[in-house]
């Protein structure tokens, strides 16, 4: 009998079983994602304007820096995002107390409605696929999301998790 590493042979999963879990996770997103699509393209914005109101939302006073490393996305990207979104009234930003090089950010009232309004769908859609799956697959699912996610992506997600920044 050949051996098999301790991953495999506790899953037992086939290449197929596999691919198709990578296909679930692709048709999921999408549908994940839909709803606040559509908002998003009659606001002219993408959903790199989601996930930085999302984190703003989560964490408000945020620093750049911080919001960079969570999105890992590039700062002229991050910069462009976030100019539209303070030109046209959702974010705020203000020079720290502490250090007055650092930016922190903040939704306005008109930001926060916006978010909630993409976050709503959301929420609805994850809150009815965790009744029907049940609290164990919901568990098992986010082992496997977290199992997933690079070891300091991990970090980041446990410290928002925990409340912190």
């Known amino acids: 009998m050949s051996e098999v590493?301790?991953?495999?042979a506790l899953l037992f999963l086939t290449d197929e079983q596999l691919r198709q879990g990578i296909e679930a996770m692709f048709f999921a997103y999408r549908g994940f994602t839909s709803a606040p699509d559509a908002i998003l393209e009659g606001l002219d914005y993408g959903r790199a304007h989601h996930r930085a109101l999302h984190f703003i939302a989560r964490v408000p006073g945020m620093n750049v820096k911080r919001?960079?490393?969570?999105?890992?996305?590039?700062?002229?990207?991050?910069?462009?995002?976030?100019?539209?979104?303070i030109e046209d009234g959702l974010v705020e930003s203000r020079v720290g107390t502490a250090d007055k090089r650092e930016r922190h950010l903040y939704l306005t009232e008109t930001g926060a409605a916006l978010e909630s309004r993409l976050s709503d769908a959301q929420r609805r859609q994850m809150r009815a696929a965790y009744r029907q799956a049940g609290p164990d697959a919901v568990a098992g699912f986010r082992q496997v999301l977290e199992a997933m996610m690079e070891p300091r992506m991990r970090s980041t997600y446990g410290s928002?998790?925990?409340?912190?920044?």
């Open 5 to 8: 590493s301790s991953g495999d």
């Open 160 to 165: 928002l998790r925990d409340g912190g920044a």
């Open 67 to 85: 919001l960079l490393e969570i999105l890992g996305v590039t700062k002229q990207s991050l910069n462009r995002v976030l100019r539209t979104l």
